[in-house]
């Protein structure tokens, strides 16, 4: 089995920055795509970031040159570096892994989010 789990949300002034770390485990053989997803009430879930495991990026329109995300070169981790945090911003934030398990096959996981809040 894999396990995802998100940590770095909290509360934060407009402006302000937060670090959020995603770190997963279990039976993977190899990684292929981890992602930052959001969802806030009464919307949609939306794409936040993803990096490939050859390090291409991709980011959604809201948060193109505020947000960065990057992994560490176990590629078991992935962070999502928020700067300018806006109220829009605020959601509940879920990290999302694409792997080869060691079985061999590819299967998406998820961890249980974490929350941030931006206020004004």
């Known amino acids: 089995q894999v396990q995802v789990v998100e940590s770095g949300g909290g509360l934060v002034q407009a402006g302000g920055s937060l670090r959020l770390s995603c770190a997963a485990s279990?039976?993977?053989?190899?990684?292929?795509?981890m992602g930052w997803y959001r969802q806030a009430p009464g919307k949609q879930r939306e794409v936040v970031a993803g990096i490939t495991s050859g390090g291409n990026t991709i980011y959604g329109d809201s948060v193109k040159g505020r947000f960065t995300i990057a992994r560490d070169g176990a590629k078991n981790t992935v962070y999502l570096q928020m700067l300018s945090l806006k109220p829009e911003d605020t959601g509940i934030y879920y990290c999302n892994v694409k792997v080869i398990t060691t079985t061999m096959r590819t299967r998406d996981y998820w961890g249980q989010g974490t929350q941030v809040t931006v206020s004004s």
């Open positions: 279990g039976s993977i053989y190899s990684y292929i795509d």
